[in-house]
């Protein structure tokens, strides 16, 4: 293969791409209710990251150091800690797709076999990657810098800069995420097969990041219950930001351009930086990409392990139930949207709490922890079973063997049913205890929401599974992964969420109305909405599950593709 970059073929590769996008909408499982769900959520949360952002970018301005307000010197610490934060999350992201594009893509096998260049494939990616992360880039970078000019007005020369920014901080990203491209990939070879290890290491950093978001949410409530936040930034503290943000390169570069300080020092800086990188990236990328190619032209990668014993034989139902545990556990992005989350839904419930009981306490002056902790379980409970709605469909081809097999299909389905029911009760079990243990719940109202939630997961296991049955869609990909969730996933999450808003935020509606009118005496009727919409929500769900099962089991023949 030779080295020389050809710019027409590059051409006709980011066709060849533009056209397998725009197929991905005409084809038949394309989710176009998910995609529209997608789109409103993130409208709202950039309607609500503006509002509050705003908010916080008026308080930070405002502080005084040695009893002086030195308004530029905040904004120019506030600019280069956002777009470090905003760079940072962009590499990430940048990282990841270069991963999926170059060493994961089906075509790469394909181009290995035509007169194409490593090179020209790598630059074709990059710049199909680098539109998707200028839409990124543009969405951040707005945000924030129409936020800032709510609270402090600036000239044209930001408006201008605000524009260039869109389209250099991708440039800087992609640089940077190139050259970070090899040890990602070389640690996910690494963790490949060390399954217990990834999903430790993933349930960790996840975990992390949502007491990152526990610790933004309780900014958001200090904003909410008044200036305390703005207490929060004493002397030290400001010294330590001021340190610390005049080390975030290349956000300070940034910062400076945005405020027209040190043009030429931060031009240069840039400049150096995306070279550099982008140099860098290149023989990196070159080099693995070839090793890369090889391995999947000779084959994937093998492990050697200690031979064991054979084990004694198991009932079809533990052995069905096993099969589906390991293929989820063996399968990175099952195991981090299953079981991690899965592991680390009482950690939200927990942090949700914290924060809602504390804003309704304080701004209604009423104690409504009972209601808002079924509301929240219910919620999070929705969201951490999304993995049975891809019960069937996981199976992919291999769900017409299971029908070869002497295996009733109550075995088939019971067994699924039971491996969520096994992993929902551990997390609400978890929850339920984390919600006693810090006192939010006395025991008897811990037990009720243990009980009221684990009835809610079988409703929601027994629906998705039939559901997806139903509408079931294979994957077409050599080791059978869903990469592309369809209308059953996105159609379980809503169902879910609008179970949760109706059961667990009338309960909670009710309690406030009834508080603020002073009635007394009606505290049972939570347990009783709670109770008796469970059941009657599990026995439906049980209904639909088993209605006509064993009749559409044997006439299965369907399975559309992915």
Not at 46 to 72: D, Q, W
Not at 138 to 156: E, G, I, K, R
Not at 295 to 320: N, T
């Given at each position: 293969m030779k080295d020389k970059i050809?710019?027409?073929?590059?051409?006709?590769?980011?066709?060849?791409?533009?056209?397998?996008?725009?197929?991905?909408?005409?084809?038949?499982?394309?989710?176009?209710?998910?995609?529209?769900?997608?789109?409103?959520?993130?409208?709202?949360?950039?309607?609500?990251?503006?509002?509050?952002?705003?908010?916080?970018?008026?308080?930070?301005?405002?502080?005084?150091?040695?009893?002086?307000?030195?308004?530029?010197?905040?904004?120019?610490?506030?600019?280069?800690?956002?777009?470090?934060?905003?760079?940072?999350?962009?590499?990430?992201?940048?990282?990841?797709?270069?991963?999926?594009?170059?060493?994961?893509?089906?075509?790469?096998?394909?181009?290995?076999?035509?007169?194409?260049?490593?090179?020209?494939?790598?630059?074709?990616?990059?710049?199909?990657?680098?539109?998707?992360?200028?839409?990124?880039?543009?969405?951040?970078?707005?945000?924030?810098?129409?936020?800032?000019?709510?609270?402090?007005?600036?000239?044209?020369?930001?408006?201008?800069?605000?524009?260039?920014?869109?389209?250099?901080?991708?440039?800087?990203?992609?640089?940077?995420?190139?050259?970070?491209?090899?040890?990602?990939?070389?640690?996910?070879?690494?963790?490949?097969?060390?399954?217990?290890?990834?999903?430790?290491?993933?349930?960790?950093?996840?975990?992390?990041?949502?007491?990152?978001?526990?610790?933004?949410?309780?900014?958001?409530?200090?904003?909410?219950?008044?200036?305390?936040?703005k207490y929060f930034f004493n002397e030290p503290v400001m010294n330590f930001l001021t340190r610390f943000s005049a080390a975030l390169y290349p956000g300070v570069w940034f910062a400076n351009f945005m405020l027209r300080k040190e043009l030429l020092y931060s031009g240069i800086g840039i400049l150096i930086v995306l070279v550099v990188c982008l140099v860098l990236a290149m023989v990196v990328i070159r080099s693995l990409m070839r090793w890369v190619l090889q391995s999947r032209i000779a084959g994937s990668w093998k492990f050697m392990r200690k031979e064991k014993r054979i084990k004694p034989q198991h009932s079809p139902f533990h052995a069905l139930m096993k099969k589906d545990f390991l293929h989820i556990f063996r399968t990175p992005a099952y195991m981090f949207s299953y079981f991690s989350v899965a592991v680390l839904m009482p950690l939200m419930v927990y942090f949700c709490m914290t924060i809602g009981s504390s804003i309704v306490t304080k701004l209604i002056g009423i104690n409504c922890d009972l209601e808002l902790a079924i509301f929240l379980t219910l919620l999070f409970g929705a969201l951490t079973n999304v993995f049975c709605s891809t019960n069937i469909s996981r199976e992919g081809a291999m769900f017409y063997s299971l029908k070869a097999y002497p295996l009733s299909y109550r075995s088939v389905f019971f067994s699924k049913v039971l491996l969520c029911m096994i992993v929902s009760v551990l997390s609400q079990f978890i929850s339920a205890v984390l919600l006693l243990g810090t006192g939010y719940v006395v025991w008897w109202a811990a037990g009720f929401i243990f009980l009221g939630g684990v009835i809610c997961s079988f409703a929601q296991i027994c629906f998705a599974t039939r559901y997806d049955f139903n509408h079931a869609k294979f994957s077409t990909e050599e080791d059978g992964e869903i990469k592309e969730s369809g209308n059953t996933v996105s159609v379980i999450i809503v169902l879910g969420m609008v179970v949760s808003f109706l059961v667990g935020g009338s309960v909670l509606l009710l309690r406030l109305i009834f508080s603020l009118r002073l009635v007394e005496g009606l505290g049972y009727l939570t347990y009783l909405i709670v109770g008796v919409v469970s059941m009657c929500a599990a026995v439906l769900a049980f209904y639909y599950l088993m209605r006509k099962l064993g009749k559409k089991y044997y006439e299965f023949s369907g399975g559309g593709q992915l």
């Amino acid at each position: 293969m030779k080295d020389k970059i050809n710019f027409k073929q590059i051409g006709t590769l980011l066709r060849k791409q533009r056209q397998e996008r725009a197929a991905g909408f005409r084809k038949g499982n394309f989710d176009a209710f998910g995609f529209i769900l997608r789109w409103f959520l993130i409208l709202v949360f950039l309607a609500v990251f503006v509002i509050f952002f705003s908010r916080f970018t008026g308080i930070y301005l405002s502080v005084r150091t040695n009893g002086v307000e030195n308004t530029g010197v905040r904004l120019y610490e506030l600019l280069s800690m956002a777009y470090t934060l905003i760079l940072v999350f962009m590499v990430i992201g940048g990282v990841s797709q270069i991963n999926r594009q170059l060493f994961e893509a089906d075509d790469i096998t394909l181009l290995t076999g035509m007169p194409v260049s490593a090179k020209t494939i790598f630059l074709a990616k990059l710049v199909s990657i680098y539109f998707g992360q200028l839409v990124i880039s543009a969405v951040c970078v707005l945000a924030v810098n129409f936020s800032v000019v709510y609270q402090a007005p600036q000239d044209w020369w930001y408006y201008v800069m605000t524009v260039v920014m869109c389209f250099v901080l991708p440039l800087i990203s992609l640089a940077i995420a190139a050259m970070l491209a090899m040890p990602y990939h070389a640690a996910k070879q690494f963790l490949k097969e060390r399954f217990v290890l990834y999903f430790i290491i993933v349930t960790a950093l996840t975990a992390v990041l949502f007491y990152v978001y526990s610790v933004v949410l309780g900014a958001v409530r200090d904003m909410l219950l008044g200036d305390t936040l703005k207490y929060f930034f004493n002397e030290p503290v400001m010294n330590f930001l001021t340190r610390f943000s005049a080390a975030l390169y290349p956000g300070v570069w940034f910062a400076n351009f945005m405020l027209r300080k040190e043009l030429l020092y931060s031009g240069i800086g840039i400049l150096i930086v995306l070279v550099v990188c982008l140099v860098l990236a290149m023989v990196v990328i070159r080099s693995l990409m070839r090793w890369v190619l090889q391995s999947r032209i000779a084959g994937s990668w093998k492990f050697m392990r200690k031979e064991k014993r054979i084990k004694p034989q198991h009932s079809p139902f533990h052995a069905l139930m096993k099969k589906d545990f390991l293929h989820i556990f063996r399968t990175p992005a099952y195991m981090f949207s299953y079981f991690s989350v899965a592991v680390l839904m009482p950690l939200m419930v927990y942090f949700c709490m914290t924060i809602g009981s504390s804003i309704v306490t304080k701004l209604i002056g009423i104690n409504c922890d009972l209601e808002l902790a079924i509301f929240l379980t219910l919620l999070f409970g929705a969201l951490t079973n999304v993995f049975c709605s891809t019960n069937i469909s996981r199976e992919g081809a291999m769900f017409y063997s299971l029908k070869a097999y002497p295996l009733s299909y109550r075995s088939v389905f019971f067994s699924k049913v039971l491996l969520c029911m096994i992993v929902s009760v551990l997390s609400q079990f978890i929850s339920a205890v984390l919600l006693l243990g810090t006192g939010y719940v006395v025991w008897w109202a811990a037990g009720f929401i243990f009980l009221g939630g684990v009835i809610c997961s079988f409703a929601q296991i027994c629906f998705a599974t039939r559901y997806d049955f139903n509408h079931a869609k294979f994957s077409t990909e050599e080791d059978g992964e869903i990469k592309e969730s369809g209308n059953t996933v996105s159609v379980i999450i809503v169902l879910g969420m609008v179970v949760s808003f109706l059961v667990g935020g009338s309960v909670l509606l009710l309690r406030l109305i009834f508080s603020l009118r002073l009635v007394e005496g009606l505290g049972y009727l939570t347990y009783l909405i709670v109770g008796v919409v469970s059941m009657c929500a599990a026995v439906l769900a049980f209904y639909y599950l088993m209605r006509k099962l064993g009749k559409k089991y044997y006439e299965f023949s369907g399975g559309g593709q992915l």
